[in-house]
Protein backbone atom coordinates (compact mmCIF):
# COMPACT_ATOMS: atom_id res chain seq x y z
CA UNK A 1 0.00 0.00 0.00
CA UNK A 2 1.44 3.26 -1.07
CA UNK A 3 2.47 5.78 2.11
CA UNK A 4 1.29 9.13 1.21
CA UNK A 5 1.94 10.11 5.00
CA UNK A 6 4.65 12.39 6.23
CA UNK A 7 7.49 10.45 7.22
CA UNK A 8 8.26 10.73 11.06
CA UNK A 9 11.59 9.02 11.96
CA UNK A 10 12.25 5.86 13.26
CA UNK A 11 15.13 3.22 13.76
CA UNK A 12 12.74 1.13 15.71
CA UNK A 13 10.03 0.48 12.90
CA UNK A 14 10.76 -2.50 10.43
CA UNK A 15 8.88 -1.62 7.00
CA UNK A 16 7.72 -4.82 5.29
CA UNK A 17 9.01 -4.69 1.73
CA UNK A 18 12.31 -4.38 3.58
CA UNK A 19 11.80 -8.08 4.42
CA UNK A 20 9.92 -9.20 1.72
CA UNK A 21 10.11 -8.40 -1.38
CA UNK A 22 7.92 -8.18 -4.06
CA UNK A 23 7.77 -10.09 -7.17
CA UNK A 24 4.88 -9.98 -9.81
CA UNK A 25 4.77 -12.80 -11.78
CA UNK A 26 1.55 -11.88 -12.81
CA UNK A 27 -0.08 -8.21 -12.92
CA UNK A 28 -3.32 -7.78 -13.29
CA UNK A 29 -6.70 -8.08 -11.58
CA UNK A 30 -10.54 -8.06 -11.92
CA UNK A 31 -11.95 -7.36 -8.84
CA UNK A 32 -11.86 -3.50 -8.53
CA UNK A 33 -11.16 -2.77 -5.06
CA UNK A 34 -11.61 0.56 -5.04
CA UNK A 35 -7.82 1.17 -2.61
CA UNK A 36 -5.83 -0.83 -5.64
CA UNK A 37 -2.78 1.30 -5.61
CA UNK A 38 -1.65 -1.73 -8.25
CA UNK A 39 -4.09 -0.36 -10.64
CA UNK A 40 -3.38 3.14 -9.72
CA UNK A 41 0.33 2.36 -10.47
CA UNK A 42 -0.06 -0.08 -13.67
CA UNK A 43 -1.84 2.68 -15.54
CA UNK A 44 0.57 5.49 -14.32
CA UNK A 45 3.73 3.43 -15.67
CA UNK A 46 1.76 1.90 -18.51
CA UNK A 47 3.04 -1.60 -17.42
CA UNK A 48 -0.21 -3.29 -18.71
CA UNK A 49 -2.59 -2.74 -21.53
CA UNK A 50 -5.67 -3.27 -19.27
CA UNK A 51 -5.00 -4.19 -15.46
CA UNK A 52 -8.23 -5.82 -15.22
CA UNK A 53 -6.80 -8.75 -17.64
CA UNK A 54 -4.01 -10.69 -15.61
CA UNK A 55 -1.13 -11.54 -17.70
CA UNK A 56 2.08 -13.67 -16.79
CA UNK A 57 5.12 -12.16 -17.14
CA UNK A 58 7.08 -15.82 -17.19
CA UNK A 59 10.24 -14.33 -17.59
CA UNK A 60 11.10 -12.71 -14.23
CA UNK A 61 10.53 -16.39 -12.71
CA UNK A 62 14.33 -16.11 -13.06
CA UNK A 63 14.23 -13.87 -10.13
CA UNK A 64 13.73 -16.98 -8.46
CA UNK A 65 17.29 -18.37 -8.95
CA UNK A 66 18.51 -16.25 -5.82
CA UNK A 67 21.21 -18.03 -4.07
CA UNK A 68 20.84 -15.97 -0.34
CA UNK A 69 17.28 -16.77 0.38
CA UNK A 70 14.55 -14.91 -0.08
CA UNK A 71 11.03 -14.11 0.67
CA UNK A 72 8.90 -12.91 -2.07
CA UNK A 73 5.44 -12.05 -2.05
CA UNK A 74 4.56 -13.21 -5.61
CA UNK A 75 0.52 -11.61 -5.67
CA UNK A 76 1.50 -7.47 -4.99
CA UNK A 77 -0.17 -7.08 -8.09
CA UNK A 78 -2.71 -9.48 -8.32
CA UNK A 79 -4.69 -11.86 -6.94
CA UNK A 80 -4.11 -15.22 -7.16
CA UNK A 81 -7.17 -16.66 -7.93
CA UNK A 82 -7.23 -14.94 -10.93
CA UNK A 83 -4.30 -17.00 -12.11
CA UNK A 84 -4.53 -19.07 -14.85
CA UNK A 85 -3.87 -23.06 -13.91
CA UNK A 86 -0.48 -22.89 -16.57
CA UNK A 87 0.86 -20.33 -14.54
CA UNK A 88 0.43 -21.35 -11.31
CA UNK A 89 1.70 -24.61 -12.56
CA UNK A 90 5.22 -23.30 -14.22
CA UNK A 91 5.91 -21.06 -10.68
CA UNK A 92 4.93 -24.05 -8.24
CA UNK A 93 7.87 -25.95 -10.46
CA UNK A 94 10.29 -23.01 -9.83
CA UNK A 95 9.55 -22.46 -6.53
CA UNK A 96 10.07 -26.56 -6.13
CA UNK A 97 13.32 -25.82 -7.92
CA UNK A 98 14.24 -22.62 -5.26
CA UNK A 99 13.08 -24.28 -1.81
CA UNK A 100 16.09 -21.92 -0.38
CA UNK A 101 13.12 -19.16 -0.85
CA UNK A 102 9.65 -18.66 0.68
CA UNK A 103 6.81 -17.61 -1.80
CA UNK A 104 3.68 -16.36 -0.74
CA UNK A 105 0.25 -15.80 -2.29
CA UNK A 106 -2.75 -13.52 -1.21
CA UNK A 107 -6.25 -13.96 -2.41
CA UNK A 108 -9.85 -11.92 -2.06
CA UNK A 109 -11.64 -14.67 -3.49
CA UNK A 110 -10.56 -18.20 -1.92
CA UNK A 111 -13.77 -19.95 -3.39
CA UNK A 112 -12.17 -19.76 -6.91
CA UNK A 113 -9.17 -21.65 -5.71
CA UNK A 114 -8.86 -25.41 -6.04
CA UNK A 115 -5.13 -26.33 -4.94
CA UNK A 116 -3.17 -29.00 -3.61
CA UNK A 117 0.44 -28.98 -2.72
CA UNK A 118 3.07 -30.35 -0.55
CA UNK A 119 5.94 -27.61 -1.20
CA UNK A 120 7.01 -26.48 1.94
CA UNK A 121 8.07 -23.27 1.18
CA UNK A 122 4.95 -21.85 -0.40
CA UNK A 123 1.97 -20.21 2.13
CA UNK A 124 -1.20 -19.18 1.12
CA UNK A 125 -3.12 -16.60 2.39
CA UNK A 126 -6.54 -14.09 2.35
CA UNK A 127 -6.97 -10.56 3.17
CA UNK A 128 -10.09 -9.83 5.21
CA UNK A 129 -11.55 -5.79 5.12
CA UNK A 130 -14.22 -6.49 7.87
CA UNK A 131 -16.30 -9.07 9.73
CA UNK A 132 -18.38 -10.35 7.05
CA UNK A 133 -15.35 -11.59 5.20
CA UNK A 134 -13.93 -13.52 8.17
CA UNK A 135 -15.37 -16.78 6.20
CA UNK A 136 -12.87 -16.18 3.93
CA UNK A 137 -9.76 -17.88 6.29
CA UNK A 138 -11.85 -20.92 6.43
CA UNK A 139 -13.04 -20.96 2.55
CA UNK A 140 -8.93 -20.57 1.81
CA UNK A 141 -8.62 -24.20 3.89
CA UNK A 142 -11.16 -25.54 2.51
CA UNK A 143 -9.78 -25.06 -1.19
CA UNK A 144 -6.26 -24.81 -0.87
CA UNK A 145 -4.45 -28.09 0.69
CA UNK A 146 -0.66 -26.67 1.38
CA UNK A 147 1.43 -26.68 4.62
CA UNK A 148 1.38 -23.25 5.72
CA UNK A 149 -1.47 -20.29 5.79
CA UNK A 150 -1.48 -16.47 6.60
CA UNK A 151 -3.71 -14.12 7.10
CA UNK A 152 -3.77 -10.20 6.11
CA UNK A 153 -5.99 -8.08 7.66
CA UNK A 154 -5.84 -4.52 5.69
CA UNK A 155 -7.29 -2.25 4.73
CA UNK A 156 -9.93 -2.13 7.45
CA UNK A 157 -12.95 -1.24 7.48
CA UNK A 158 -14.66 -2.10 10.73
CA UNK A 159 -13.99 -4.30 13.50
CA UNK A 160 -13.60 -7.90 12.55
CA UNK A 161 -14.80 -9.31 15.63
CA UNK A 162 -13.34 -12.91 16.42
CA UNK A 163 -11.78 -15.26 14.47
CA UNK A 164 -10.95 -18.68 13.69
CA UNK A 165 -7.34 -18.57 13.48
CA UNK A 166 -6.89 -22.46 13.33
CA UNK A 167 -3.89 -22.95 11.10
CA UNK A 168 -2.77 -19.66 10.47
CA UNK A 169 0.96 -19.39 11.12
CA UNK A 170 1.27 -14.96 10.54
CA UNK A 171 -1.01 -12.66 10.61
CA UNK A 172 -0.47 -9.14 9.17
CA UNK A 173 -2.25 -5.93 10.33
CA UNK A 174 -2.42 -2.91 8.29
CA UNK A 175 -4.65 0.80 7.01
CA UNK A 176 -5.36 2.45 4.41
CA UNK A 177 -3.16 4.81 3.21
CA UNK A 178 -2.69 7.39 0.33
CA UNK A 179 -5.27 10.33 -0.06
CA UNK A 180 -8.13 8.86 -1.46
CA UNK A 181 -11.63 10.77 0.18
CA UNK A 182 -13.45 7.79 1.06
CA UNK A 183 -10.67 6.48 2.92
CA UNK A 184 -11.45 4.66 6.37
CA UNK A 185 -8.18 4.35 8.49
CA UNK A 186 -7.99 1.36 10.94
CA UNK A 187 -8.88 2.19 14.60
CA UNK A 188 -6.58 0.64 17.25
CA UNK A 189 -9.46 -1.12 19.09
CA UNK A 190 -9.80 -3.33 15.74
CA UNK A 191 -6.11 -3.46 15.70
CA UNK A 192 -5.32 -4.61 19.26
CA UNK A 193 -8.12 -6.92 18.97
CA UNK A 194 -7.11 -9.08 16.42
CA UNK A 195 -3.37 -8.85 17.62
CA UNK A 196 -4.60 -10.40 20.99
CA UNK A 197 -6.33 -13.15 19.32
CA UNK A 198 -3.36 -14.26 17.40
CA UNK A 199 -0.96 -13.79 20.35
CA UNK A 200 -3.55 -15.90 22.53
CA UNK A 201 -2.89 -18.74 19.84
CA UNK A 202 1.04 -18.07 19.54
CA UNK A 203 0.63 -16.93 16.35
CA UNK A 204 3.25 -14.13 15.17
CA UNK A 205 1.80 -10.85 14.13
CA UNK A 206 3.36 -7.85 12.13
CA UNK A 207 2.13 -4.48 12.70
CA UNK A 208 2.73 -2.88 9.14
CA UNK A 209 4.80 0.48 9.26
CA UNK A 210 1.93 2.43 7.82
CA UNK A 211 -0.11 1.82 11.56
CA UNK A 212 2.90 3.64 12.97
CA UNK A 213 3.28 6.18 10.62
CA UNK A 214 -0.45 7.13 10.27
CA UNK A 215 0.14 7.39 14.37
CA UNK A 216 -2.72 4.76 14.87
CA UNK A 217 -0.02 2.42 16.79
CA UNK A 218 2.66 4.37 19.15
CA UNK A 219 6.17 2.99 18.73
CA UNK A 220 6.59 1.31 21.73
CA UNK A 221 3.08 -0.84 20.96
CA UNK A 222 3.78 -2.02 17.40
CA UNK A 223 4.54 -5.95 17.37
CA UNK A 224 6.54 -6.71 14.09
CA UNK A 225 7.03 -10.48 14.12
CA UNK A 226 7.55 -13.04 11.26
CA UNK A 227 7.00 -16.68 11.16
CA UNK A 228 10.57 -18.75 12.06
CA UNK A 229 10.19 -20.51 9.09
CA UNK A 230 11.13 -16.97 7.04
CA UNK A 231 14.39 -16.92 8.83
CA UNK A 232 14.80 -13.10 7.77
S1 LIG B 1 -7.63 -7.64 -4.98
FE1 LIG B 1 -5.68 -6.55 -4.78
S2 LIG B 1 -4.89 -6.36 -6.89
FE2 LIG B 1 -7.09 -6.87 -7.02
S3 LIG B 1 -8.13 -4.89 -7.21
FE3 LIG B 1 -8.11 -5.45 -5.02
S4 LIG B 1 -6.25 -4.46 -4.18
FE4 LIG B 1 -6.06 -4.49 -6.44
Redesign the pocket.
Known sequence: MRNLLPRIKSDMITCIKDKIKNLNVVIG?P???R??Y??NNCRRFHITDDFHKPEFFERKLRLFDSKRPKVFLLTG???FAYWQPDWTEKVFEKAAATPQNTYLFLT?RPERLHIRTDLDNLWFGV?VTCAAERERIGILKQNVRAKHYHATFEPLSDEVGEVDFTGIEWVVLGTETGNCKDKTPSQKPWIDGLAAQAQRKNIPVFMKEDLFFAGIVPESLMIQKFPKEFDL
Request: hydrophobic letters at 25%.
Open positions: CIGCYCARMSDKT
